[in-house]
């Protein structure tokens, strides 16, 4: 004989709003930052292929990133000199010895020296202007010429370097019932 199940219509109805306002509440924790690649669009081109022969690239957008290396401001605008460094999922130039050189990027703005300070991580979104040739100590090199367009400078401890606390709620349901639950925890 089957047994016939009661309507569980009330059930449904709070499984739906414990649904709806998990979505309210996890749009209210998305972020908001503006990120470099967020503005305007650019080009996903190699640094190594920029390096090689930035003449090739000039007038398109790119993003690039690294550490600074030493910035000098002038009359018309600041020039930052970066090692370059390969980006990461969220813009932000992973740590590490890997580089492909270096690269300028200038801005026709104010960049203090004691905020763009030496080893700092930086992202930079412009347009690639050319080549210029400068001396590192004894020998001559050829740097990729960036104008600027956007800058971001990151935290020198980045996000994922520090502990983070999480508050999650979750809710289920099936045959057996329905179940709300919550918990807090530390990852590293």
Request: glycine content about 14%.
């Amino acid at each position: 004989m089957a047994r016939r199940l009661k309507n569980s219509w009330p059930l449904s109805l709070v499984t739906a709003g414990i649904i709806l306002l998990l979505l309210v509440v996890l749009n209210g924790c998305s972020s908001t930052q503006k990120r470099p690649d967020r503005k305007e669009g650019y080009e996903k081109i190699p640094f190594s292929e920029i390096h090689r022969s930035p003449e090739q690239y000039r007038g398109r957008s790119v993003r690039l990133g690294g550490v600074i290396v030493d910035v000098v401001n002038k009359e018309e605008g600041s020039t930052i000199e970066i090692l370059e460094k390969p980006l990461n999922w969220r813009g932000r130039p992973k740590p590490g010895d890997e580089s492909g050189g270096r690269f300028i990027a200038i801005f026709g703005e104010f960049l203090d020296e004691e905020i763009y300070r030496s080893n700092r991580p930086v992202t930079v979104v412009g347009e690639i202007t050319g080549v210029k040739t400068a001396p590192i100590g004894e020998m001559v090199y050829n740097y990729p010429l960036l104008s600027g367009r956007e800058i971001r400078l990151w935290e020198e401890k980045g996000y994922w370097d520090r502990a983070r606390m999480h508050i999650g709620i979750g809710a289920s349901g099936g045959s057996g019932g329905t179940g709300v639950g919550g918990g807090v925890g530390i990852s590293f």
